[in-house]
């Protein structure tokens, strides 16, 4: 069973920091990609980031320049840098992967989520 375990989050105040990770149980190998989104309280979830198998990096407009996502691929882990936040990116944020050779477009394992709390 896989498991995805993220930490990191925390309180903040803007134009801050933080450094999100999340712990695959396994080789990060074993899926084809991996992602980080959010979802703010009454809102809908967003996707943040992803890292593709072969390292392709993409992020959503709204945090291009201030977010980045990476991978340890000897940890089995993969990173959110987020800086310069901003209060309205307050959310839970979640890991979620899609195994390799999945034939739907949908994430296939989701972890628990990561609260960010962004203050004025």
């Known amino acids: 069973q896989v498991q995805l375990v993220e930490s990191g989050g925390g309180l903040v105040q803007a134009g801050g920091s933080l450094r999100l990770s999340c712990a695959a149980s396994?080789?990060?190998?074993?899926?084809?990609?991996m992602a980080w989104y959010r979802q703010a309280l009454g809102k809908q979830r967003e996707l943040v980031a992803f890292?593709?198998?072969?390292?392709?990096?993409n992020v959503a407009e709204s945090v291009k320049g201030r977010f980045t996502i990476s991978r340890d691929t000897a940890k089995n882990t993969v990173y959110l840098q987020m800086n310069s936040l901003k209060p309205e990116e307050t959310a839970v944020y979640y890991c979620?992967?899609?195994?390799?050779?999945?034939?739907?477009?949908?994430?296939?394992?989701w972890g628990k989520g990561t609260l960010v709390t962004v203050s004025s």
């Open positions: 979620a992967a899609r195994g390799l050779g999945s034939s739907r477009p949908d994430m296939d394992y």
């Open positions: 890292i593709t198998y072969g390292g392709r990096t």
């Open positions: 396994g080789s990060i190998f074993s899926f084809d990609r």
